[in-house]
């Protein structure tokens, strides 16, 4: 029985990272179907993904890959030296404030999930179209988002970038980011990725 | 010479959680007056604060607390086990919650980590925002 359980359902691009930092570690892991209005048990804050270990419970996918990565041995997650790490928590906090405020929330909103007004839809667009360009320019600096290995940070925005496609405007923006496409099928290739592709996806709303 | 410069405004929660960081290492530090969207080259993004340790150079608050607690000596900003060190990081990036205050003297348990750094500035300003 594993005792990883993680909390979340497979189109969330949260609980795809911490399956992702599951797969590329090694580590066993049980996915417990939990949709954020379920999940307030584990997580007062009513997101997904949430993990239990024995009786440690854990909400905030970046603290539950850094108890991962400090926990279990596999490939590390973050690097081993004080600027390489820091440098890896920049952009994973890039990736979670500046990208999912802007491109998660704009697919949020066109996936019918998140109602709001169409000015603000326009803003989280404009927002992903300025943010984008900052990742690519990033990604044709260097291998990873952090470096020549991947790290955490790249298993945050993959789930994100590969929902791009699905998008037409989203998709207009990827196409004008060559270093992010090259990243993109790079990821697309590695088994953790094969083996957390959503299979039922959501859909755009009418 | 100031050990690190850092470059943000007071009034700004993320400057001020970099600022507690380095106050409660007993970290010298400069802060370089600098408003969003002045932040290029340093910040691509255009978010403050930034740090600047000698050549190095570091944006995202979170980072920034976290190389100042593994590059300097004082006080840990977070645990050295596992487990207490996943719970301050999931504290700091929720917020309040109520339960946890009532179950802890700080955010993350008996003492205080990075966690509260970062919801004391934003906490503090509730009380001027009173209708």
């Given amino acids: 029985m594993a005792e990883i359980k993680i909390h979340g359902v497979p189109p969330s691009t949260f609980t795809r990272t911490v399956r992702l930092a599951c797969h590329e570690k090694g580590i066993d892991y049980e996915l417990v179907p939990t949709m954020p209005g379920e999940i307030t048990p584990l997580n007062p804050f009513r997101k997904i993904p949430a993990i239990t270990h024995g009786d440690l419970v854990l909400f905030e996918s970046t603290a539950i890959l850094r108890y991962f990565d400090r926990t279990f041995p596999g490939p590390k997650l973050w690097p081993e030296d004080s600027a390489g790490v820091a440098r890896c928590d920049q952009w994973v906090s890039a990736v979670c404030d500046s990208l999912v405020n802007a491109a998660l929330r704009y697919m949020a909103s066109r996936y019918g999930f998140l109602p709001v007004p169409g000015e603000m839809r326009q803003k989280y667009l404009d927002k992903t179209r300025e943010v984008v360009p900052i990742f690519d320019r990033q990604l044709g600096e260097s291998r990873y988002l952090a470096g020549d290995a991947v790290t955490a940070a790249d298993l945050f925005l993959a789930p994100l970038l590969f929902y791009f496609p699905d998008i037409p405007e989203l998709r207009a923006i990827a196409d004008s980011a060559p270093n992010c496409a090259r990243w993109a099928r790079e990821m697309a290739a590695r088994p953790s990725v094969v083996a957390t592709e959503p299979a039922d996806k959501p859909r755009l709303a009418a | ?131």
């Fill in chain 2, 1 to 131: 010479m100031a050990a690190i410069q850092i470059y943000g405004v007071p009034p700004s929660p993320f400057t001020r959680a970099t600022r507690l960081a380095a106050r409660e290492k007993g970290v010298e530090y400069e802060l370089v007056p600098t408003r969003p969207g002045e932040t290029a080259p340093l910040n691509p993004l255009g978010k403050i604060p930034m740090m600047e340790h000698g050549d190095f150079t570091l944006y995202e608050s979170p980072a920034i607390a976290r190389y100042i607690d593994w590059t300097f000596d004082g006080p840990p900003l977070w645990p050295t086990d596992a487990k207490a060190e996943a719970r301050g990081d999931d504290a700091g990036q929720s917020g309040l919650d109520h339960r946890i205050a009532e179950d802890h003297r700080f955010l993350a348990g008996e003492t205080v980590t990075a966690a509260d750094l970062f919801l004391g500035p934003i906490f503090s300003i509730f009380p001027k925002l009173r209708s």
